[in-house]
């Protein structure tokens, strides 16, 4: 059975400091992780994934996110936060329940960031 | 532009009634699902359809039924078995149903339960 942990369910940082927000997993074989971004009333915007390759993923608006097998982690980085960032923040594992092959994501329960002016 | 397109935005329902929330996409895309959320938890899969004229049940999909007669559309009715149905809605496609393709949403259905 695959899991997601987002340890903090609240990260405060001042605009134009970096930015960490959290997300370690377990699951069996190889880990295909996501991250998404839900602004207040509206649907998750897809910001990165992990599936192969360099472990260091970048994706939109500037997030990067750090693969790290040994601690099985996959935290989401940004080197300068904005007011704007502010919102709740999902990671997502490969959900297997329905085949090793099946696309459903297992999500954990949410960050919400809040970039201080 | 191509996106998901969900709808009604917000939905009322009586005690007793059934109601159907609306999912569109024009992107192509052979798999489609349905996810609720809850405050404070992650979210959860109610119906899949890898492909057209295809739908397998989720995690959480007593009180639910859906249809999948187009590519493009995937209704989800909430009917009066779910007894607990006030929840945001998210309706949701990808590519193909093989893992690893991106998952991409609707901007959402808010039902309430009146």
């Known amino acids: 059975a695959q899991s997601v942990a987002q340890p903090e369910d609240q990260v405060n940082v001042a605009e134009g400091n970096p930015l960490t927000v959290k997300c370690t997993y377990s699951v069996s074989g190889n880990p295909y992780l996501f991250w998404y971004v839900q602004y207040p009333n509206r649907g998750l915007q897809f910001l990165l994934k992990y599936i192969t390759g360099d472990n260091l993923v970048k994706g939109s608006y500037g997030f990067e996110a750090e693969f790290n097998k040994s601690q099985t982690s996959f935290h989401l980085k940004k080197p300068s936060a904005l007011v704007s960032d502010s919102a709740l923040y999902f990671c997502?594992?490969?959900?297997?329940?329905?085949?090793?092959?099946?696309?459903?994501?297992?999500f954990g329960t949410g960050t919400r960031l809040t970039v201080i002016p | 532009d191509g996106g998901i397109t969900q709808s009604p935005k917000y939905l009322f329902r009586k005690e007793g009634q059934n109601v159907t929330l609306s999912c569109e996409q024009n992107l192509n895309h052979d798999a489609m699902y349905w996810y609720r959320q809850d405050p404070g938890q992650g979210l959860r899969l109610i119906y899949y359809s890898q492909i057209v004229n295809d739908f397998q049940k989720g995690d959480i999909a007593e009180g639910y039924s859906v249809s999948r007669e187009k590519k493009e559309s995937f209704p989800l009715t909430v009917t009066s078995a779910q007894k607990n149905p006030t929840a945001f809605y998210l309706c949701?496609?990808?590519?193909?149903?093989?893992?690893?393709?991106?998952?991409?949403f609707g901007e959402g259905s808010w039902l309430t339960v009146v």
């Open positions: 997502a594992v490969r959900d297997d329940t329905y085949g090793t092959g099946a696309n459903n994501l297992f």
């Open positions: 949701a496609s990808s590519t193909s149903w093989t893992s690893g393709n991106t998952i991409y």
